[in-house]
């Protein structure tokens, strides 16, 4: 008999982050490697700003889900919200997160690459003409597509747009559907900035440095698509009257400083060099002669040379590597108070709220928030100060922001739990889509009964029956667009955008196949627990990988850089019976380490990294949750019911199926 339909429990997942107030350090955020190391920054607070830790506990709920690939959002004056879909959907969405049907009268959009419909904006005299301003990219004859922006009437209902009409046209058309820029701020005198892209291509970028095209610049027109006469190029011959700045790459997030009133604009670089700039009418700020980025290819941008200098404006701020910026603001209201004046960015990779201080214009710290939620596109204040931030996935969400009033505990809290599971062995979060899948081995192993859920990110389920006819799910791995499970003598490998199997490995002569990862090369590795293995999947090829006694029945697998993290069984029979603990498996070598001096912890499972340089261990036998250092020594955190199985760590928040209990639960962690 096959399991039926099961219902979790909705609730609200609370998320702690920092603990002192204004604390900053002398060294950078946690972040990667420069891709240009070479590059120096022209003035010190260019880049790599110190660690800054506000000390704000926030709240994280979802507000409206599921949105497909949300790009864009803004508050409405008379109640809730306007957000968009890239697909080419608008949707009003109310103060109690109800979404609506979508609005009729948006134009057709090219929904191709990095084209659709991107940003939007209510309009400043809204009150009183219900104008909505948005962006999007424009289909043209023969492929080509431009960004447009344009404005129209929502109706009362909010479910339609009417006298729609341009107010900026991209030119000339482009081949490319990429970088399009698209953000809309107006600046309180009667007048609209529109960012736009430099369409990516190696010959279409040079057209930045054009005041005869409008790739790459910021425009600056007035509310209804007119040129304002104190434009810094309408006497410049042969230019277009609308631009306001020049040599930029693509600009997807922009705000007014609330008490300058002066433009700022954030846009990606390439591999590394995103930048932060004050916008000055006229000024040049380098695309593609100069970048503090390089190519993806590794190959050196324009003059292969950081400094802007001469002609061209230094960055206020830059990052290496990048964090793929979106949406920003400066946050103005009371709820964070601690926060006023502070530019929150949304980023996209590796995905988190950024919090930038300021002295004046200078940069002196950075917070990252948020982070492993996924690809945060947009951000906005509501009208009490909460912060909604949208996020980009194919079942994408608006997640809500507030303080956390109470104070972290020591011990940590229980946030969630999600019930009617058939013996889950292992929960994952698939970033790019924010959702989680849960592996259910079901009630008789070989079975085919077992299955595979997907639930969105607070525990509410999706799809109970994802994925059928399984013999024993077990772990789980995301890579690319693959979801790849051990299922008892075999790899599974899922096709994540159909739903469906595209292809299984055998291994009949494993005898426990359990966890799996993958590594940063696409190598997909699985254990083999009682036959002291682990397998590899390497192309096409799924064989035995290394085969030793002194893996203690390899259990849980965490793919690092240069290495495998075993969580260990241990030996549980005979005179030599002893727990598991963790060790290592160089991948070159193949040699086996303990972590730290080998100290036995109990009966290893699931093992992710906690984000400080220990690891979170759970204890199959022992119901337990462990912290353990690289020294070795290990710290419980939780004591739980036997059968506490694989683990999923996000942002503070551990999930971990509870086999025997047919649940998945969530903690808060610090």
Request: charged share 25%; aromatic share 8%.
């Amino acid at each position: 008999m096959r399991p039926q339909t099961r219902t979790a429990l909705i609730v609200t997942v609370t998320t702690f982050l920092g603990a002192a107030t204004h604390a900053q350090s002398t060294q950078p955020v946690e972040q990667g490697e420069p891709n240009v190391p070479e590059f120096e920054p022209a003035f010190p607070e260019q880049h790599r700003a110190p660690a800054s830790d506000s000390g704000v506990a926030l709240t994280a709920e979802t507000f409206a889900h599921p949105l497909e690939h949300p790009w864009g959002i803004d508050v409405l004056p008379d109640g809730g919200y306007i957000v968009t879909e890239l697909p080419g959907r608008m949707r009003v969405i109310s103060e109690n997160g109800e979404i609506s049907n979508p609005i009729e009268g948006v134009p057709e959009v090219l929904y191709a690459g990095q084209g659709g419909l991107l940003d939007v904006a209510v309009g400043p005299t809204f009150a009183e003409d219900r104008m909505i301003y948005w962006s999007y990219a424009r289909p043209l004859e023969d492929g080509k597509s431009v960004t447009a922006a344009v404005r129209g009437r929502l109706s009362e209902s909010g479910s339609e747009l009417t006298e729609v009409e341009d107010i900026f046209v991209q030119e000339p058309p482009s081949p490319t559907p990429a970088h399009y820029g698209s953000r809309i701020v107006f600046d309180g005198d009667g007048h609209v900035f529109i960012t736009t892209g430099d369409h990516f291509t190696e010959s279409e970028r040079l057209l930045a440095q054009q005041t005869g095209t409008t790739y790459g610049k910021v425009i600056r027109v007035n509310l209804d698509g007119s040129t304002p006469e104190d434009n810094p190029f309408v006497e410049e011959q042969g230019a277009i009257g609308s631009i306001w700045t020049l040599g930029h790459r693509n600009i997807q997030g922009a705000a007014l400083h609330p008490e300058s009133g002066r433009l700022w604009t954030i846009e990606h670089g390439p591999q590394g060099g995103d930048e932060l700039n004050p916008s000055e009418p006229g000024a040049n700020y380098g695309w593609p002669v100069v970048s503090y980025g390089e190519n993806y290819d590794g190959s050196p941008v324009g003059q292969g040379v950081e400094r802007h200098g001469g002609d061209f404006v230094e960055p206020r701020y830059y990052w290496d590597p990048v964090i793929a910026p979106g949406g920003m603001l400066f946050y103005q209201g009371d709820l964070f108070a601690d926060w006023q004046g502070d530019l929150l960015i949304s980023s996209m990779e590796p995905g988190a709220l950024v919090r930038i201080e300021f002295d004046s214009d200078t940069v002196t710290g950075e917070e990252r928030l948020l982070k492993n939620h996924g690809r945060i596109r947009d951000i906005v204040e509501a009208p009490d100060g909460a912060l909604l931030v949208l996020v980009d996935a194919a079942e994408g969400a608006v997640l809500r922001l507030t303080p956390n009033r109470s104070t972290a505990a020591d011990e940590p809290q229980e946030a969630w739990r999600a019930e009617g599971f058939d013996r889950p062995e292992s929960v994952i979060f698939d970033n790019s889509r924010n959702v989680l899948y849960v592996s259910n081995v079901g009630e008789e192993e070989e079975s085919e009964q077992g299955y595979i859920s997907k639930l969105n990110r607070d525990g509410e389920v999706a799809e109970a029956l994802w994925i059928t006819a399984l013999k024993g799910p077990k772990g789980m791995a995301v890579h690319d667009d693959r979801l790849y499970v051990s299922d008892v003598d075999r790899l599974v490998v899922i096709d994540i955008e159909a739903g469906e199997i595209a292809e299984t490995y055998d291994a009949p002569d494993a005898e426990f196949l359990n966890d799996v990862a993958a590594d940063d090369e696409g190598r997909v590795f699985v254990s083999d627990m009682n036959g002291n293995a682990i397998y590899v999947l390497d192309g096409e090829e799924f064989s035995v990988w290394l085969e030793d006694e002194a893996l203690m029945q390899p259990n849980g697998l965490l793919a690092e850089e240069d290495r495998l993290v075993v969580a260990a069984w241990g030996e549980d029979e005979g005179a030599d019976a002893t727990a598991g603990h963790l060790m290592t498996v160089d991948y070159d070598t193949k040699s086996i380490e303990s972590l730290g001096d080998g100290t036995p912890v109990g009966n290893l499972d699931g093992i992710e990294p906690d984000g400080d340089g220990s690891y979170l261990v759970t204890d199959w036998a022992a119901g337990a949750l462990y912290r353990i250092q690289p020294s070795g020594e290990a710290e419980q955190l939780l004591d739980l019911n036997q059968g506490s199985a694989d683990l999923e760590y996000r942002d503070g928040l551990v999930l971990i199926p509870m086999m025997m209990d047919g649940e998945l639960r969530a903690w808060r962690v610090d």
